[in-house]
């Protein structure tokens, strides 16, 4: 037991310097282009030999550690070995044991620490099995931020997209408040655009629709039902999302899209991804819809990604559709393909959409700004203009902004 309280630290902080080694790496190879863009090579490479040098001193910590049990079990046996051929050794001399009697017993007794010796080995692999097994144990004992209800309810039928907001506050482990009494109405099928400065929150309250987080204080309804008592799987069955951050799977064009519906078909798969304005560059690829594309899309460009990221979400065809900054980072002849892309995928869905460039909200049924935590206004794009609020500053201020990169 004492041995044990030593050995098994060693081989968890031989795990935990493993661990971070491998962090660095996948950090360098992820980011290969940033290093070399700001000719970081040096330092990254002193930042990966500092985290080998770290693993190899605990490595060689854990294997002292080790060295020290069996050493002492071989030790054991050889000393037990010494006093049988000794003591042995004196009786057959004296006639009080004939020798066939001592070879006998130096057999058992070899047959009685071979099994010791093995049970020790088992034993020091079982030590570093456990301190792997901790940091397993860490991860598994972790509370998931959502949980699911034992008697939650599964939609019967396809959701029809209202959305309501009840007074609904959040805020992230127990920080400041993000979000606070929000109250907010969604009708189905309308279009919804979220607007405010950088970091007020409007990424956050979208994602409290499908239980990415769930509010501290309020109440978040689709179709008049808490989300709370649905099943995750059948509340995030009704609702796609495309990101400003593409997250593409490293595989081919074809499994990235049929990730929106596994089971859809060629054809379908094809109509969604002519809907996406996808079809013709995918065709234009080495190998078209079989084309691999790369870890996160590596091998696409910014707008393809987006329009494959678009492809998904009409392939899942969900009644309520989130869009969050879907058209920024791209040219404008992207952005138009984007556009007409997105035109088409939000008919007769209920869409919600984040966007800092407000010429794309101009026909939304209606706008809500965002400042401080708190919805400051609501209304449509020329209610809003008149008005003379937050929403007019802001686009007053886009619009100066465009006539001078004019």
């Not at 080790?66 to 006639?95: E, K, R």
């Not at 990415?212 to 309804?221: E, H, I, L, N, Q």
């Not at 909200?361 to 209610?383: F, Y």
Request: negative net charge.
């Amino acid at each position: 037991r004492v041995y044990a309280k030593k050995v098994r630290p060693a081989f968890r902080r031989r795990q935990v310097e493993l661990g971070q080694l491998n962090a660095v790496l996948n950090d360098n190879i992820s980011g290969i282009r940033e290093i070399k863009a700001f000719t970081r090579e040096d330092a990254e490479a002193q930042r990966i030999s500092l985290g080998i040098e770290n693993y190899r001193r605990s490595l060689l910590y854990a294997l002292k550690m080790m060295a020290i049990f069996q050493p002492l079990v071989d030790f054991s046996s050889s000393v037990g070995m010494l006093v049988v051929i000794y003591f042995g050794g004196m009786l057959v001399n004296d006639g009080a044991l004939a020798i066939a009697d001592l070879v006998a017993f130096f057999l058992y007794l070899e047959m009685l620490y071979q099994p010791i010796r093995m049970l020790s080995d088992a034993w020091e692999r079982i030590q570093e099995t456990l301190a792997s097994g901790d940091r397993v144990d860490e991860l598994l004992q972790e509370s998931p931020e959502v949980e699911e209800r034992p008697d939650a309810m599964r939609l019967a039928a396809r959701a029809k997209g209202e959305i309501v907001f009840e007074n609904v506050s959040f805020c992230y482990s127990q920080g400041d408040m993000v979000l606070e009494n929000i109250c907010l109405e969604i009708g189905a099928g309308q279009m919804v655009a979220l607007v405010g400065p950088t970091g007020v929150g409007k990424s956050t309250l979208v994602s409290l629709i499908p239980r990415f987080y769930d509010p501290v204080a309020g109440t978040v309804r689709l179709d008049g039902i808490d989300t709370r008592h649905l099943e995750l799987e059948s509340l995030r069955q009704q609702i796609s999302i495309v990101l400003q951050d593409v997250f593409l799977f490293h595989g081919t064009v074809r499994e990235n899209i049929l990730f929106g519906n596994p089971d859809a078909c060629e054809v379908d798969m094809m109509r969604a991804a002519r809907v996406a304005n996808a079809h013709q560059f995918i065709r234009d690829l080495s190998n078209g819809y079989d084309t691999l594309i790369g870890e996160r899309g590596v091998k696409l460009s910014g707008g393809q990604k987006q329009r494959l990221s678009i492809a998904r979400a009409v392939l899942k065809d969900a009644p309520v559709l989130i869009l969050d900054e879907a058209t920024s980072s791209v040219d404008t002849e992207t952005e138009l393909l984007i556009q007409e892309a997105l035109e088409r995928l939000m008919e007769g869905k209920t869409t919600i959409i984040i966007a800092h460039r407000l010429s794309t909200v101009r026909n939304a049924d209606k706008i809500i700004v965002l400042e401080n935590t708190h919805i400051v206004e609501t209304g449509t794009h020329q209610e809003l203009v008149s008005v003379g609020g937050l929403y007019n500053r802001l686009y007053t201020a886009q619009r100066r902004l465009q006539h001078l990169s004019a």
